[in-house]
């Protein structure tokens, strides 16, 4: 009960602010206050200015003159030095000699896909031929083209790209718009965005009303969004029989595309680039003289063979060194196709052979080889980092009259991105540390050397089991094959792979789509708010449709936890979280912490729990590290044992202590640097939704209310939930769909005897021999029956079935009575904002 008070309180604090401001929930024509003034700026994407005179005849008029004025300014350009000089780089490009038949292909047909190898310039000049042509033939004021790149780095680095190439400042004729970030004028005429900006336009504007050209870029990723705006595409063609579409692809596979969009006629740019020689591990491991021995190590996850290199042993002869390889590939089964052990190969963790063998390599070929560019395959930011701060300690490698060590990630800063084009100083090597951004989508012009670790982050997803997990796993052939030709651009190259032949051998020829290997329940929503009717409809006509079981497991999960009502209708909830570019459960707890006023603490747990766990376990010092994290643990949670980890790292921070602190409690500056970032990125998000005003600030309702903020961390993994039986010394937990289940041992909870508490709720389990949690919060019984599933829902029934599994005592008439009557007052009270 006085949780229920201080729910009505918050509540209705928050709903009488709310009122105050009207306006601010969407409501169902889904359009949007004008408080928010950042989205309201994205709707006018590419609207044509309505000129004052409402005359045709006048508009006609003030349209053609500003085309005019438009190709003055290009031919100008073309005349100038500067001009000719670029125009000359551009004519070398292979793209550039196709472009009589990239023109003519795009006039005569409605869709139109090209392919071509990484730097031919698909990018930088394909968008850039149809918006110069558009120009000389005076419809400059008319057109618009839009570049959609699955990623923000490239949209930004290609936009200024393209801009300089045409002698002008970004966001005159060309801009770019990603989330939170755009630069856009008057006159902006080519804009490239990310797919997710183009999305969010189609929720506003089905139509793309104004819009003259699409251009899909890097299709053959198969990212799930490009997959998902191809069906909507498709939809769109013949409501719009004068918008043209160009699908653009690094790889030749065009034909699964083609067919898709009815036989379209497909391109193909020419490409050239030097021979690469290819080196194995076999071979790396010869260069360095190392030893490879079998090495057992039991972890948490049970017995995993993993691979130690040991540096004693004296140089062996070539064939000793391939049958020391072969041997122990045998041993750890490497020929059967099993995830598992080739998983373990190389290491990714800085006292691993991974990390060595690079740092020996990169001494190589600063000591030994011709000049060069040396570009870096990683798995991730955090690995990149890490491996940074290695080769920096490196009396070579960190030498800056030697070596320009850069890095090329995705939430890498623009200012930073610049450097990776620009050529350094005679005598210097540039070396890039880069994930698989640098495979397609950028190009990094004097690279001669590549080495490859063989793996990128992947989100894997079972539907059979329902669950999922983002880890770096083996990456396809054609994807080593991208990396491996990234080295032949401006002479013959070097590649060093760093895995045997026979894992080689082993990979899959293509990656999975990304639609087939992820929960859907993002997209389900988005298909919801892009009001595209039914869903499992909606996918079937995907390029290649998910699994029937990952729909149904995806719309069971929104609807309990809210997001869709039983007719698979978007609730208001669910509206809102459809605006939330994150997982729904994330996006719950942000809500829900916004509506009471306590979004200090859960904007920490919602960004920890989207970055990489901050509190470190190094095997050796596991004991340590665990009794570290429990210092801040005490309330059962280490959710809250984040949080506090986070304001302690704050505080130390400002004196300038944080690495010292870091240090002290075995956290991770890198990880906690990221919370503290995507912290307010996602306070501008709830800025966007109107959840939150713009003015108030989010620093004034925390005041250590520990159970509200366990309240909503409930409603956010809500139905993640385990039950607790203690029984003396220990307890135990159960969930419903797997019987017994275990803590992670990193977990505060798992060093405890007992949970004074009924449940605990949880972010992710793992199947490996048992089940496993991960950050788990205990839960009292009264949270669970308020914030499990969803208050924001009128489906009181639905939602007491639901629970009824879980809460025995809802049999009782009068508990459920008594429910019945607070859900009653709360929905009232939503009802009277
Ligand atoms: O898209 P695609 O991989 O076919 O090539 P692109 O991104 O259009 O790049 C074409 C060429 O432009 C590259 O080979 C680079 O030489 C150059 N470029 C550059 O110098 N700076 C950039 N930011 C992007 C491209
Ligand atoms: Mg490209």
Same mark, same amino acid.
């Given at each position: 009960l006085s949780l229920l008070r201080r729910v009505d309180s918050y509540l209705g604090e928050y709903l009488s602010q709310k009122s105050s401001t009207k306006g601010s929930f969407p409501d169902s024509s889904f359009s949007r206050s004008s408080s928010s003034s950042s989205l309201a700026a994205e709707e006018g994407l590419f609207e044509q200015q309505e000129p004052l005179a409402s005359s045709k005849s006048v508009m006609d008029k003030i349209l053609r003159r500003r085309s005019l004025q438009l190709r003055d300014q290009q031919c100008a350009w073309q005349e100038s030095p500067d001009g000719k000089k670029m125009l000359k780089f551009r004519r070398n490009l292979p793209a550039y000699k196709e472009k009589d038949r990239l023109l003519t292909a795009i006039s005569q047909n409605q869709v139109v896909i090209i392919s071509g190898e990484t730097g031919c310039g698909k990018t930088t000049q394909i968008p850039q031929f149809i918006l110069e042509s558009e120009i000389e033939s005076v419809r400059g004021a008319v057109c618009s083209i839009l570049c959609t790149q699955p990623r923000r780095i490239s949209a930004m680095s290609v936009s200024e790209r393209v801009a300089s190439e045409r002698g002008e400042k970004l966001g005159e004729s060309v801009g770019f718009k990603v989330r939170l970030e755009g630069m856009k004028g008057r006159d902006t005429r080519l804009l490239f965005c990310t797919t997710g900006i183009l999305l969010r336009r189609l929720l506003v504007d089905r139509n793309l009303k104004g819009v003259t050209h699409v251009i899909v870029d890097e299709i053959h990723e198969r990212g799930m969004n490009e997959d998902f705006l191809l069906i909507v595409l498709k939809d769109l063609l013949p409501r719009r029989p004068e918008l043209k579409l160009i699908l653009m692809s690094a790889t030749l596979d065009a034909e699964l595309f083609s067919s898709y969009f009815g036989g379209a006629t497909i391109i193909n740019i020419p490409g050239f680039t030097y021979p690469v020689r290819t080196h194995f591990l076999e071979y790396v491991l010869e260069m360095t003289g190392y030893r490879l021995t079998p090495y057992n190590q039991i972890d948490d996850y049970g017995q995993e063979k993993l691979w130690k290199m040991s540096k004693q042993a004296p140089r062996k002869r070539k064939s000793q060194i391939a049958s020391a390889v072969e041997d122990t590939? #045998? &041993? &750890? @089964? *490497?020929?059967?196709?099993?995830?598992?052990?080739?998983?373990?190969? !190389?290491?990714? @963790?800085?006292?691993?052979?991974?990390? @060595?063998?690079?740092?020996? =390599?990169?001494?190589y070929i600063c000591e030994k080889e011709r000049p060069g560019a040396v570009l870096v395959f990683m798995t991730g930011w955090d690995d990149i980092n890490s491996l940074k701060d290695k080769l920096l300690a490196n009396p070579i490698l960190g030498d800056p009259f030697r070596v320009l060590l850069l890095t090329c990630h995705g939430s890498m800063a623009s200012s930073e991105q610049r450097l990776i084009f620009d050529e350094p100083e005679s005598g210097v090597r540039k070396i890039v540390l880069a994930t698989n951004i640098a495979e397609t989508s950028i190009t990094i012009n004097d690279v001669v050397f590549v080495i490859d670790c063989g793996k990128a982050k992947e989100t894997s997803y079972d539907a059979l089991n329902n669950t999922s997990c983002l880890l770096p796993s083996w990456i396809s052939k054609v994807s080593a094959q991208q990396r491996r030709g990234r080295a032949g651009r401006v002479q013959p190259g070097e590649c060093y792979h760093l895995y045997p032949r026979c894992v080689y051998d082993a990979f899959a020829e293509y990656q999975l789509p990304e639609i087939l290997r992820t929960p859907l329940q993002s997209l389900c929503l988005q298909i919801k708010s892009l009001r595209l009717g039914s869903i499992s409809e909606f996918l079937s006509r995907a390029l290649q449709s998910p699994e029937l079981l990952a729909v149904q497991n995806a719309i069971e999960y929104l609807k309990i936890i809210g997001a869709l009502d039983r007719n698979e209708d978007l609730t208001v909830l669910g509206k809102y979280l459809a605006m939330l570019p994150m997982e729904p459960k994330l996006g719950k707890m942000l809500i829900l912490g916004a509506i009471f006023n306590c979004l200090e603490p859960v904007l920490t747990i919602v960004a920890g729990l989207s970055v990489r766990d901050p509190f470190l376990a190094p095997m050796d010092k596991k004991d340590l590290a665990e009794a570290a994290k429990s210092q801040f643990s005490r309330d059962y949670s280490d959710h809250l044992a984040l949080v506090r980890a986070f304001e302690g790292w704050k505080v130390?921070? +400002?004196?300038?202590?944080?690495?010292?602190?870091?240090? #002290?409690? *075995? /956290?991770? &500056?890198? $990880?906690? #640097? &990221?919370?503290?970032?995507? +912290?307010k990125e996602f306070c501008? =998000? /709830? #800025?966007? !939704?109107? /959840?939150?005003?713009? @003015? !108030?600030?989010?620093?004034?309702?925390?005041?250590?209310?520990?159970?509200?903020?366990?309240?909503?961390?409930?409603?956010?993994?809500?139905?993640?939930?385990? $039950?607790?039986?203690?029984n003396g010394r220990s307890f135990s937990l159960k969930t419903m769909e797997d019987g017994q289940v275990l803590l992670y041992s990193n977990s505060v909870n798992a060093r405890e005897s007992e949970i004074p508490y009924p449940w605990l709720v949880f972010n992710e389990k793992i199947k490996v021999n048992s089940v496993f949690l991960r950050d788990s919060t205990a839960i009292s019984d009264s949270v669970l029956l308020l914030f499990g599933g969803s208050i924001l829902q009128g489906d009181i029934d639905g939602h007491l079935k639901m629970m009824g599994g879980y809460l025995e005592f809802f049999m009782n008439p009068s508990v459920a009575d008594l429910y019945q009557c607070l859900r009653r007052e709360l929905d009232e009270l939503i009802q009277n904002k």
């Open positions: 590939l #045998k &041993a &750890a @089964n *490497f020929n059967e196709y099993s995830s598992h052990t080739r998983e373990s190969l !190389t290491c990714w @963790n800085p006292d691993c052979i991974g990390f @060595n063998l690079i740092e020996y =390599l990169l001494c130390a921070e +400002r004196d300038l202590a944080g690495y010292e602190y870091c240090w #002290k409690n *075995f /956290l991770s &500056a890198q $990880s906690l #640097k &990221a919370v503290d970032s995507l +912290r501008s =998000l /709830l #800025k966007d !939704t109107g /959840l939150v005003d713009c @003015n !108030t600030s989010i620093y004034n309702g925390w005041g250590h209310d520990e159970h509200l903020v366990r309240a909503v961390i409930c409603y956010g993994l809500y139905p993640g939930i385990s $039950s607790v039986v203690n």
